[in-house]
């Protein structure tokens, strides 16, 4: 199944391609592109600073033959110098970014290029004035933004300038977060037809149906390394009462929670894909029979669970 971002058609089911240079290598890298391409997904999302910079790079090698069956997302304006990387969106910085990630994709056109963060200091006209320049020489086909809420989408949308907008949005949202429903984002992206893609829909693993709210976390998982804040936040009682309420709907309708997670973010007609990270081939094709149709009252189970 595809859905539209702009004039880009995405499976309806991507890959997050932070693990490629972080804990892949590029043989295991390829592995994982090559069995999504083969189980129907043609989305890739990536960034400047996932990896080190190295994510572009593997990418763009397990592409180098297929890449007509590929749409390349990739990201900029959120790291640090060390890596060739910064906060901003500045017209200079964008042309040293995207011309960085052109070498390391070693494409000559990026599908999606996306804004990691807003850059409060730069007049976002002047931002996508330049992404609009960036097209016309075509470097880019389309443009999305990450981290915006309602406001700043709306905002940006009286700004489009020379035919160009923001086509797409990337912020957390799955069934333990639901930010996107209450900040605005959901409806704007409704009101000027912005596909919205969902970043962590797994919840950092507690919707893979792997863990148990009850036990230990397991050693070496993303939970199990994350801070000790951010683990504060996702170990909460809150969280964990959540979670015990999703395992008994799964167990009562008999549908694994993965599949519940995907489906229910894909039963959303602003989400345009369901963006999950992949080790291994194994994962990638769980991942993409995950999406099933949800009948109403299983997706009203799941929204009072975790209203």
Known sequence: MRRAIGSLEVSLVGIGCNNFGARLDQAETSSVVHAALDAGINFFDTADIYGNTESEVLLGVALRERRDEAVIATKFGMGTAGNGTEFSARPEYIRFAIEASLRRLNIATIDLYQLHFPDAQTPLEDTLSTLADL????????????????????????????GIRFRSVQNQYSLLHRTPEHDDTLAACTELTIGFLPYYPLANGWLTGKFDP???????????????????????????????????????????????????????????????GASNPHQVRANAAAVIELADDVRQLLDDATA
């Open 135 to 162: 097209r016309d020489e075509g470097k880019l086909r389309e443009i999305g933004c990450s981290n915006f809420d309602g406001s700043m989408l709306r905002h940006a949308a009286t700004l489009a300038t020379a």
């Open 214 to 276: 009850d036990a230990p976390l397991v050693e070496g998982t993303r939970l199990a390394n994350m801070p000790a804040d951010r683990q504060g936040v996702w170990m909460s009682d809150n969280i964990r009462d959540r979670v015990r309420r999703l395992r008994a709907i799964s167990q009562e309708t008999s549908i694994p929670l993965l599949t519940l997670a995907f489906s229910w973010l894909a039963s959303r007609p602003d989400v345009s894909s369901v963006i999950a």
